[in-house]
Nanobody, 121 residues
């Protein structure tokens, strides 16, 4: 059974920073693509940032220059460093990944359980 385990959410004041982690566990070769999404109650889930296995990244306009997605391939972990946080960044943040699994190197799509980030003004 493969899964994603998130950590790092919490309460922070506006202007502060948080770092989210997403660790893939189970029998996998590697993370092909890792994403962070966020969702506010009553709104659609929004793609925040993406990183590919070769290190290419992409960001939503709302977080460019403030958030940085990175990965540690040896640990099969994806991170989201969030700086200069704003109250409008308050949401449940979900990790999502396409994992490469043995023995056939097929892709398995997995979601994390979500972690709440609250930014106070």
């Amino acid at each position: 059974q493969v899964q994603l385990v998130e950590s790092g959410g919490g309460l922070v004041q506006a202007g502060g920073s948080l770092r989210l982690s997403c660790a893939a566990s189970g029998n996998i070769f590697n993370i092909n693509v890792g994403d962070w999404y966020r969702q506010v109650p009553g709104k659609q889930r929004e793609l925040v940032a993406t990183i590919t296995s070769d290190g290419n990244t992409n960001y939503a306009d709302s977080v460019k220059g403030r958030f940085t997605i990175s990965s540690d391939n040896a640990k099969n972990t994806v991170y989201l460093q969030m700086n200069s946080l704003k109250p409008e960044d308050t949401a449940v943040y979900y990790c999502h990944a396409n994992l490469v699994v043995p023995p056939t190197h097929r892709y398995v799509e997995v979601w994390g359980q979500g972690t709440l980030v609250t930014v106070s003004s």
